[in-house]
């Protein structure tokens, strides 16, 4: 099956470990190592050829790849100086795509990243020194002394005096952030009468090596793969952003995150200063739940992947690497050299992977009937869905059909308006997107999608609506690609109304992944070969205009956290440009919102001037923009500590006035608010059950974070944030108005 790809986002965080190594088109009983030579070459020819733009390899897009590859591996331009980069220009720059060509990818991507680790692994030698001096004499932090908070697109040093400048700045940078974090944290424990978490914490200067030395391990840790990965990665980002090279492990974890679903132990995972692997999440009812003997906050130190015991110290290990020895198939048994959180005794533990549904990844909903000042109740229906997932080994997992089955239960139910909310949604399957457009508007066209020929094909879905309701789309920066859409073709059509972030992400190109084991000579290799996720196409909505780069516009901004962020399209490097093309023909829009959105905007300003938490919003966007404009970061102490106090002294003022408030709105929720869950595991009940604060925690068992105990921020009434409380303020005036 050809499987059609808007965006993937990578999962936030280390996930649950272990899934199958099962490769689409890269299996078989072959136990050679890639021939990455090879594999460089025919990944080369298929980029060229399949990508939108058709741009062939040139000595100008051969002096952009090594651009790329440098950002890619020194975004913060801390590694190499200038002239390091002219010596480079001066050796690969005008044949860099050459050795892809003539089967040298190998050769290049090892002496690439040789280059790249001999100056990190430098670097940051260096900076341990520079620690091992500030354990018997700490600087004095009251210089003038300043960094930019982000290098990314700063000059870089003109030669190694300049940089050694930088990384003496960066490390005392390091400490400073250190030292002046923990005097908070015992300032907070002290004012709210707890243990302080710091008694437990090693030295300053110890606790940053340790940082160091993980970032070490990771880059001496790097095999042929990711040299290769990095290599290709750059090449392909190039033609754009979300282009890319998977060898065989990332294609693997590609899969189990856009499937919600992996095989595996069904754990959370974290690195810890000390170099093991902490523990910090076990899925109930997954593989470790039932073995019982793994425990919150255990550290790993060492893996068996087969079961035997050929074991693998894991100290200092990427999440990544740990990951990779905990995969396996399901049925098969791994083996965990662990340290108890409660004795500090070793023990060793097997566990038998088993499938884990990422319950907390899949569409979820609620039912909220809101009740009138006369006592009169509006049934509404709140649809999170956090991608547009779909199994590409095809599987049974397909978002749309759970959808269908939430909002059918929502019909039974007899609600009258829903909220789909699509924040951080980084998109998913075209088709499924397509799918679950026609649940709100029946038959008719969805998207318009071209290619690289210029030739437009019109996607279209048929049958009838399953819901005819009021509908609110609420959107973010973080909402991209078949979310994108979805919002695009809701607001064409005057299906609904938009809200959120000023606009989308922008992202409006489609993506095809394809195994380059298909592409490979028949006698070769296919171990190992990955896959590329080609961009070939772009899409369109139906009234024509592109999502690149513009995203779509919210009928009705709010005030949001993610407003004073730099996030979108436009901030990558290598963004295709915006266009349009006409309208698809075939689509009647539904003039009644155009018609009511004044009035809407009229009544949702007057409740967000009122809003003291969206308000709030707009006081951290402005600070978070300063920040990032200003780009300036102190070393002295006490302009550091005058420059948090504002923050510091907002928050906690916040703080206090949102105890009371929140107080009053739990009191008026309880008499005004009834609400239902309604998950995928719900669709069937005969009663649905009242939501509560612990349907967050249902999925998992997470431990206890010494420092978030000290946090005084309260909980939002009943679970529903100043968007999402306001979002149904506005499906009710829909309805009202209808």
Known sequence: MKHTLTQWSRRIGAML??????????TGTSTAAPDYDLIGKQFSLVLQNAHFSRTRFSREMYEKFLECYLQLLDSQRMYFTQEDVDALKEKYASQFGDYLLVGQTTQLAQELYEEYSTRALYRIGQAEKLLQQYKTSMPAFNSDKTIARSRRKVERAKNNAELDQVWSNQVEDMVLTEVMRRENVTRLAKEKGKPDPNA????????ILARLKRQRCEIQEADLEDMVSHLLNAVAHVYDPHSDYMGAR????????????????????????????KIEGIVKGGPAAKNGQLKLGDHIVAVATNGDDEWTDIMFMSIDKVVDLIRGKKGQPVKLRVQSADSGEEKIITIVRDEVPMSESLASGKIVDVKDEKGNVTRLGILTLPSFYVDLDDGDVHCAADVKKIVRRM??????GIVLDLRYNGGGSLDEVRKMVGFFTGAGPVVQVKDSRGHVEKLTVSGRPIFNGELVVIINRMSASASEIFAGAMKD????VIVGDEASFGKGTVQVPRGLADYMPYFSSREGCGMIKVTVQKFYRINGASTQLKGVESDIALPTVTAG????????????????????FGYVPDPRISRILPLLKERSAARVAADKDLQNNLWYTAYRKRLTTENTVYLNKEKRKADNAVLQDYKKQCDAERKVRYAKMEEADKKNLTIYRLNLGDVKADVLPLASKDDEEEFMDQAEDPEDELDDTPDYPSNLDPILRESLHIVRDMIQLR
């Open 411 to 416: 019909n039974a139910e007899g609600v009258r």
């Open 250 to 277: 990332e294609e693997q974890r590609f899969k189990d995150a856009i499937k919600a679903s992996i095989v595996g132990i069904g754990a959370q995972l974290r690195e810890d200063d000390d170099g093991s692997t």
């Open 493 to 496: 059509y005057g299906r609904a």
């Open 17 to 26: 470990v272990a899934s199958a190594a099962v490769l689409v088109s890269c």
């Open 200 to 207: 437990k914490e090693i030295p300053v200067a110890d606790k």
């Open 565 to 584: 962020f730099q996030l979108g399209e436009g901030e990558m490097d290598y963004a295709m440009p915006y266009d349009e093309i006409p309208a698809a």
